[in-house]
């Protein structure tokens, strides 16, 4: 089955720099959800989208926005890089009678030098 | 969403039953228990879910009490591959289109072992 497709896999960037990551959902899923996992902690939820709107966020910085597109598919874009946000950034996504079971990608490891 | 409490560790031998208890005495009526699990790095993996009756599926069991103030996830037959941080999440079940986060708290590392 299909499953959450992320890019890229890992990413490397200097401080102040810009990333934009991509994710894109399980066929059919209107719902995709960001979050953040540093080094040694539990994953954070940042933003989430359905059909193309913002539905609902969480501690994203104002340096980080993001968009959910007409095939559904949404990235992730992080200005003014800095250190701390190095970690690893999951997409999920989620749909229909079963919305509230999220199915997440393998990750975006971000390594901000 | 209530907290949840789970114990920050356990080991379990291969081929038994792992156990894995979560309070969350804070619980309301429309919360639902939702059990993900993260193997080292990987995304999290939905395992199970439920309200106030026990549920099965082909990953494991979740069994709530009574009083809706405890549950424990049961992996009956754990495998080295079972080894990785099992998260209890209580949320409310949200209606159509309206989703919602998952908020991950400290959960339990399990360690199976040969």
């Known amino acids: 089955a299909a499953g959450v497709i992320q890019s890229p896999r890992h990413l490397i960037k200097e401080k102040r720099e810009t990333a934009t990551l991509k994710c894109y959902p399980i066929?059919?899923?209107?719902?995709v959800y960001w979050y953040q996992q540093g080094p040694g902690q539990d994953p954070q939820f940042l933003i989430s989208f359905y059909e193309k709107m913002q539905s609902d966020k969480g501690s994203i910085p104002d340096r980080f926005s993001a968009q959910q597109f007409s095939d559904y598919h949404s990235e992730l874009n992080m200005s003014s890089l800095e250190l701390g946000d190095s970690a690893l950034y999951f997409c999920?996504?989620?749909?229909?009678?079963?919305?509230?079971?999220?199915?997440f990608g393998a990750g975006t490891r971000l390594s901000v030098l | 969403d209530a907290k949840t409490t789970q114990p920050p560790s356990m080991d379990c031998a291969e081929g038994r039953a792992a156990n894995l208890p979560c309070n969350h005495s804070?619980?309301?009526?429309?919360?639902?228990v939702y059990w993900y699990r993260q193997i080292h790095s990987q995304g999290p993996q939905y395992i199970i879910h439920?309200?106030?009756n026990n549920e099965t599926n082909e990953m494991a069991s979740l069994i709530i009490t009574e009083d809706r103030k405890s549950s424990t996830l049961i992996l009956p037959h754990a495998t080295l591959r079972d080894t990785a941080v099992y998260y209890c999440?209580?949320?409310?079940?949200?209606?159509?289109?309206?989703?919602?986060?998952?908020?991950f708290g400290q959960g339990t590392e399990l360690s199976v072992k040969p």
């Open positions: 999920a996504s989620s749909a229909g009678e079963a919305k509230n079971i999220q199915y």
């Open positions: 439920g309200l106030k």
């Open positions: 999440i209580v949320r409310v079940s949200l209606g159509y289109n309206q989703g919602g986060k998952l908020i």
């Open positions: 066929p059919r899923h209107d719902t």
């Open positions: 804070t619980i309301s009526g429309n919360e639902y």
